[in-house]
């Protein structure tokens, strides 16, 4: 059948068109067009690529069952998500049916491409880009943008962040976070708080350092002249104002009288009120 089919593609890209084209087309209810004709030899190259042979054999497109025009919808999102993994993966006939009856045709073309990267994720998985959604130039501009909101925030680019990029980036992607919903991650994430303590207090890693500057001179008062950030967390944690009031609010607590209690120390009335 794949010979076959090759040989008939072949000769169809030639301009000769014979009945075997026609009647296999016809028993795969599928229109002859130059549309379809690319599918195929999509198919057929990405078959002969992955050794997966004989896709075609015994399959039709359902008449009545499944929409054609979703179907061929689903084909053009296959062949530009085929092209961004370097013609390297490419769904089936079969699978592509599934999208065309299960709806897949009206998602956007992102949650097409990340449906069909899941098809084969251990063969994606070398391909962020395409779990995305996203070819790979939209992926690098997406992360760029989102590393610049997250130096914005934390000023940090070792290792430690990468950890949690790591982590978030992916989701990001696919979800097409905009800077503003990377932002509240940021914000809102208690790990990052506790790394990155200046974001609790809602400033970005220049506030930061401009409050370092504004108050080196108060904190070298507090804590001496070898100063770290953990010094100026702690101020911002506990102000200079709050820490002189704990540190002078050592005073005697008065202790209860040992006689009778009166009406208005066991609080059935009032201190001084007459009965």
């Excluded at 061929?72 to 079969?94: D, K, R």
């Amino acid at each position: 059948m794949a010979a076959d089919l090759g040989k008939l593609l072949a000769d169809y890209a030639a301009g000769n068109t014979d009945a075997g084209l026609i009647s296999l087309l016809q028993k795969m209810n599928l229109p002859l067009t130059s549309q379809t004709t690319e599918f195929l030899a999509d198919e057929q190259d990405m078959a002969i690529a992955s050794g997966r042979t004989g896709l075609f054999n015994g399959w039709s497109l359902p008449a009545g069952s499944t929409s054609r025009n979703d179907f061929f919808a689903m084909m053009t999102a296959a062949e530009g998500f085929a092209a961004s993994s370097g013609w390297q993966f490419f769904p089936t006939p079969q699978q592509l049916q599934w999208a065309a009856n299960n709806g897949m045709a009206q998602k956007t073309q992102q949650q097409q491409w990340s449906w069909m990267a899941g098809l084969n994720s251990k063969g994606t998985a070398s391909m962020p880009w395409l779990q995305a959604g996203m070819t790979q130039q939209s992926y690098q501009t997406f992360n760029q943008n989102m590393m610049s909101v997250w130096d914005q925030y934390t000023g940090d680019t070792g290792a430690s962040a990468q950890n949690y990029l790591k982590g978030i980036l992916p989701t990001a992607a696919s979800q097409n976070w905009s800077a503003q919903q990377f932002t509240q991650w940021i914000q809102q994430n208690q790990g990052l708080q506790q790394a990155y303590g200046w974001i609790q207090h809602g400033m970005n890693y220049n506030d930061f350092q401009q409050y370092k500057l504004n108050n080196q001179p108060a904190a070298a008062a507090r804590f001496g002249s070898k100063l770290n950030d953990s010094n100026y967390l702690t101020m911002l944690n506990q102000p200079l104002s709050q820490f002189n009031a704990q540190s002078s609010a050592v005073q005697s607590v008065p202790q209860a009288p040992s006689g009778p209690a009166t009406a208005g120390a066991s609080g059935f009335g009032r201190q001084g009120e007459s009965h």
